[in-house]
């Protein structure tokens, strides 16, 4: 999927940010620590923020869970070309990604990260970081004729990573992975508010502890 992704000739006009390339080593080292066991349901995340994935390699990849929940801590690279705004410094990254950072802490509220992923798998829809300028572009906002191109591709990717974890439900970390996945899956899909501290229903949900509580509920019915 990384190899077709970074294939595609798009009309967009920014970086590209692929951390599947650059940043392999975490990618690969969370894959096997989150995915040695059968998990009950899984998480479904949009594509990397420009201070996460794309810095980290590691889904909602905040630099302080990354390396101190997660113990993750490997050598990133360089992409080829980078943005003069959002240049790539990896594991030196300062700055942290509220997404992530409210996501981890829950997943360290249910307990250690052996028990989490016990019951859980994250994944995004997209590994893909898109830069405009100083702008972070989602997937949703690329032209059209981009979009006919990128999502094919990650939806193909998405249907084969189910069937490879068949999770008893999926949990979609907004609305965009909540569409994502009526198209490719016909399972059980539970919505949670996008943790983005620009999103303003995150706050009540994720800092409440309403996030954690209905994790749990949705494990112990699985």
Request: a negative charge; one cysteine or more; glycine letters at 8%.
């Amino acid at each position: 999927m990384s190899e077709e992704l970074s294939a595609l000739s798009l009309s967009f006009d920014g970086v590209i940010y692929n951390p599947l390339d650059y940043a392999w080593d975490n990618f690969a080292a969370f894959l096997e620590m989150s995915l040695e066991n059968t998990p009950k349901t899984a998480f479904l995340g949009m594509n990397p923020g420009p201070y996460g994935m794309t810095q980290t390699g590691v889904p909602f990849g905040d630099i302080e869970a990354v390396k101190g929940y997660l113990g993750i801590n490997g050598q990133v690279g360089k992409p080829v070309v980078e943005s003069e705004s959002k240049k790539i410094t990896g594991m030196e990254t300062t700055r942290r990604e509220g997404s992530g950072k409210r996501f981890w802490t829950m997943a360290e509220a249910y307990g250690r990260k052996e028990e989490f992923f016990s019951v859980a798998a994250v994944l995004n829809y997209c590994p893909l970081c898109f830069i405009d300028g100083n702008t972070n572009i989602t997937p949703d906002k690329l032209p059209s004729e981009d979009r006919k191109k990128l999502y094919p591709i990650c939806d193909s990717y998405l249907q084969r990573a189910l069937d490879i974890i068949m999770p008893s439900s999926v949990i979609a970390i907004g609305r965009f992975s909540e569409a994502a996945l009526k198209r490719t899956w016909d399972g059980n899909i539970i919505f949670f508010p996008h943790p983005s501290p620009l999103n303003p229903s995150a706050s009540a949900f994720w800092d409440s502890g309403d996030a954690l509580n209905e994790f749990r509920r949705i494990v112990d019915a699985s």
